[in-house]
């Protein structure tokens, strides 16, 4: 069981380039989410979704798009990369279905960089 | 919406000795406050979680207590080993039916020495 898989576990990127982060999950959960985390500041929510073809905005949404054809996945796209969205990017999901906050499998993470 | 701050930033004990996180949060209807641990290079992994009809909570030597009226939850961790050493997150949040989202503290980073 290979739980939440994010790829690629690096990436480097010159300001204006875009890039999709990969996240899928084995587990049948309804309820996927992305945050990014950077020092100082914790983990914060960018967007997440209840199921297929249902996402909604987090804390920081802005610059990132997000779509969800299927359960098992749950991309994460830079149209315009920007230095601010230089950052670790974890992906998590949760079986929970009415308290989908809870209980949430993080994948190992994608350290991105933007030049 | 909801803030949680989380203290301190970064705690060092000795092995055996026990070591306890604090974090305050803003809404007063926030229900659910789980704490996750992160391993260097890993993602963050649920250790321990609380409800808000629940002052304490225990899971061998990890105990999470909560005071609703001054809206502040800790993690307690006893006989401390080095592999407890690791990123600490606590957070809050209401049901999503309420809109909730789960809101992270900032962090702290606990090293336990041998």
Redesign the interface.
């Known amino acids: 069981n290979a739980g939440?898989t994010q790829t690629p576990k690096f990436q480097v990127l010159k300001t204006g380039q875009s890039m999709t982060l990969q996240c899928a999950q084995d587990m049948n959960h309804e309820y996927m989410s992305w945050?990014r985390q950077d020092p100082?500041?914790?983990?914060?929510?960018i967007h997440?979704s209840?199921g297929a073809g249902i996402t909604d905005q987090?804390?920081v949404p802005n610059g990132y798009n997000v779509s969800r054809s299927t359960t098992e996945d749950f991309p994460l796209r830079l149209l315009s990369a920007a230095p601010s969205q230089t950052s670790v990017y974890?992906c998590?999901s949760s079986s929970q279905s009415?308290?989908?906050?809870?209980?949430?499998f993080?994948?190992?993470?994608t350290q991105l960089s933007v030049l | 919406g909801e803030n949680?701050e989380?203290h301190p930033?970064t705690l060092s004990v000795q092995e055996g000795d026990s070591a306890v996180i604090k974090c305050t949060y803003s809404d007063s209807a926030s229900n659910?406050f789980?704490w996750?641990k992160q391993e260097l290079?890993?993602?963050?992994?649920?250790i321990i979680?609380i409800r808000s009809n629940v002052g304490e909570k225990k899971d061998q030597r990890i105990a999470v207590t909560l005071n609703k009226t001054a809206k502040h939850f800790s993690l307690h961790i006893t006989e401390t080993q080095p592999e407890d050493s690791a990123v600490y997150?606590c957070?809050a949040?209401t049901?999503?039916?309420q809109g909730?989202?789960?809101?992270?503290?900032?962090?702290t980073e606990l090293s336990v020495k041998p």
């Open positions: 939440v945050y100082g500041m914790g983990l914060r929510l997440y209840v987090g804390e974890f998590a009415w308290t989908v906050n809870e209980k949430l993080f994948g190992s993470g | 949680v989380q930033s659910y789980p996750y290079g890993k993602g963050p992994q649920l979680d997150f957070a949040t049901s999503y039916n909730g989202k789960l809101i992270f503290g900032q962090g």
